[in-house]
RNA sequence: GGGAGACUAGCUCAAUGGAUAGAGUCGCAGACUUCGAAUCUGUCGGUUGGGGGUUCGAAUCCCUCGUCUCUCACCA
């Protein structure tokens, strides 16, 4: 497919001598309004070398350009060339490219053989997966599917949180007030009452806390007692994970949590040590990172075990010379941007140019209406619940409706759990927002449903069509790109054209709702033009080439759910 | 108090320094005997938190003030 920004750049290049490829390509702009043509060259800027008005100089480069093949007019108003591409040529550029790449439509090659490591979704062990922990979850999937459609050689890290006090804490209130049957038969709820009971019982009682690090201690000395119930609560816990991540359609190539460094750090104590950067403050051991505008980075802590931080830097090394990655990704809350920004700090000071590429994209957060969330005060919306209740609506809609499908409950997952989904990535993932039942549940306008109704739609007509003509479309047979010059179809046709940038665009941002965004638009335009023209027409020639067009539409909206961690159904 | 981020239509959100700031939702008015109405069409809706500045041009860059959120040593 022919790339007509470059294309364009090359034409005016021709004209404007006086400048490089680079300024030109970077100022030219698709109109806002399509009205205004398909691509704008704005000539403000040239007015001081050329000495002339911009309307002028606009004048004289439309004129000089006009004539060239690509366009189907040029015209100037005031400072600006607008230029309308020859909509039939491109409009059969597009549609051969789709049809020929299929389900590759988006996909590219830009990244191979570099290494991206995405790490998200790390619940902590022993508390439930709620509502708040569908951000990283959700976020660092798409990033996943997104760096894997460009061709990087991607790994997937759930960087458990099975360590720490909290063990401290969970192991100290089981056995106060625990029983082993309660837990196998209901692990999370079980372990979660212990904690909160916890943290009760400690406002009265401070010196449960010091009980707390001092069992956490013994667990990272390896005293098998403690271990035991450790590995116990992790195996329960990680079950029910498994649970949800089953229910996202979500897989990870590696599970190494936080306890998988325990026996790294000393070598990064060591290193530290060794480079000078350890500072003795109150018994604890701290990076003094005053010189770089941050607070002290508290590295070990006065009984000698080790904090968050250790361990992130320990695994960072540890992934650096295992995987060698060319990006290392972080999808983990805002909450903990001083963090990133500290052990980032320091891995750069310990000399590891790699340091660079290690990568945190933060996320809002998510809180209730009556508040932030808290396990610990047990004010939480669980994502199981989430999801169940999604699904059960979606099922009430499909049964409804009537429309016949052969497999309801596969279905009703498929659009329920992506609304959720799609709800969750349709917005910059830097805002914060507050979670409201009626919008995730809600089915109509910009939300997942709609998508992916859009694509159904879509297989409906072709289904309506038949398998022949289907297939003679595909190959593309008497396809005469003159019947798709309308608005609607052309307008179609830009936005699936796109599509490949938009995936780039969302991988150099690390914003996987530019991808949700672009499908809305995708669906939006195919919706326009379904509703405009008729496709199932008698004309062979008329109706072969519609089909094309519905079936590159088709391709782009399923290929961009499938960025997001979507399906698209056929019927829904 | 220091640091970071957010602030755009009633609500939820878009907008590589460019043209008349756009969508969805809500409200109102329409379109199913026709390819799926989870759809489409029209309409209403704005001092882009306030004030300065830079620029031919600012929601966007700089300064300042305000509101909210997060964060600042032994949780993660």
């Known amino acids: 497919m022919v790339n007509y920004k470059e294309l364009i750049c090359d034409i005016l290049a021709e004209t404007l001598t006086d400048m490089s490829r680079e300024e030109i390509m970077g100022m030219i702009e698709i109109p806002t309004d399509e009205k205004m043509g398909d691509y704008a060259f704005p000539c403000f800027k040239l007015a001081k070398v050329l000495r ?61 053989g570099k290494k991206v490591i ?12 709620h509502i708040g922990h569908i951000r990283s979850t959700v976020i ?123 026996d790294k750090m000393p070598r990064i104590l060591d290193e530290l040590n060794e480079k000078g950067l350890l500072e003795e403050s109150r018994g604890a051991q701290i990076v003094d990172l005053e010189k770089y505008g941050m607070t002290p980075a508290l590295v070990t802590k006065s009984d000698g075990s080790t904090l968050y931080i250790t361990r992130d830097i320990a695994a960072a090394v540890y992934r650096k010379e295992h995987y060698d990655f060319y990006k290392n990704i972080y999808v983990v809350a805002s909450q903990q941007n001083l963090h990133f920004q500290q052990w980032f700090k320091i891995v750069e000071l310990l000399g590891y140019e790699w340091a660079k590429d290690c990568v945190h994209v933060p996320f809002g957060m998510v809180s209730l209406k009556d508040g932030t969330m808290s396990t610990r005060k047990g004010r939480v919306v669980f994502l199981e619940d989430v999801l169940n209740k999604a699904v059960d609506k979606t099922r009430e809609i499909i049964e409804e409706k009537g429309v016949a499908t052969e497999n309801i409950d596969e279905t009703a997952k498929q659009v329920g759990i992506g609304a959720v989904v799609f709800n969750e990535l349709s917005n910059n993932r830097i805002k914060d927002y507050v979670f409201d039942w009626e919008k995730v549940l809600n089915f109509e306008g910009e939300t997942g449903p709609y998508v992916q109704y859009t694509h159904a739609r879509a297989c409906s007509v072709l289904r309506k ?21 309308s608005d609607s179809a052309y307008e179609l046709a830009k936005l699936i054209y796109k599509l490949p940038d938009v995936i780039v665009e969302a991988a150099g941002k690390y914003e996987p709702s530019v991808v949700t965004r672009h499908i809305v638009d995708i669906a939006q335009a ?47």
Not at 118 to 129: D, L, T, W
Not at 465 to 484: I, T
Request: aromatic residues 12%; negative net charge.
């Open 526 to 572: 195919f919706n326009r033009f379904y509703q405009h023209e008729r496709i199932l027409v008698e004309d062979e020639k008329e109706l072969l080439s519609k089909l094309a067009l519905v079936i590159a539409a088709k391709t782009a909206i399923k290929n961009g759910l499938a960025l997001l961690g979507m399906h698209a159904p056929e019927k829904m």
């Open 140 to 262: 660092g999937n798409s990033l996943y599917k997104i760096y894997d459609c460009l061709g990087y050689d991607t790994v997937r890290i759930n960087h458990l949180g099975d360590y720490g006090t909290q063990f401290g804490k969970m192991i100290s209130a089981y056995r106060r007030w625990g029983n082993r049957e309660d837990v196998e038969r209901e692990p999370i709820k079980t372990l979660l009452s212990y904690y909160t009971k916890f943290h009760e019982e400690a406002e009265k009682h401070p010196e449960l806390e010091q009980e707390a690090r001092d069992i956490f201690k013994r667990l990272e000395d390896g005293e098998p007692e403690e271990m035991e119930l450790w590995q116990w609560f992790r195996d329960e816990s990680l079950k029910e994970f498994t649970k949800v991540y089953k229910m996202l359609d979500i897989e990870f190539d590696s599970y190494a949590g936080e306890s998988f460094y325990s």
């Open 465 to 485: 069509a038949g398998e022949e003509a289907v297939s003679k479309a595909e190959k593309l047979e008497n396809f005469d790109p003159q019947v798709l010059t």
């Open 52 to 112: 002339k008005a911009p309307p002028l100089i606009a004048k004289d480069v439309a004129e000089q350009i006009k004539d060239n093949e690509i366009f189907e007019k040029v015209e100037n108003v005031n400072a600006y060339v607008n230029m309308y591409i020859s909509r039939a040529n491109f409009v059969d550029g597009l549609v051969r490219e789709v049809n020929e790449a299929g389900d590759n439509f988006g996909h590219s090659t830009i990244g191979e």
């Open 118 to 129: 995405v790490e998200f979704s790390s619940p902590n062990i022993a508390k439930p997966f």
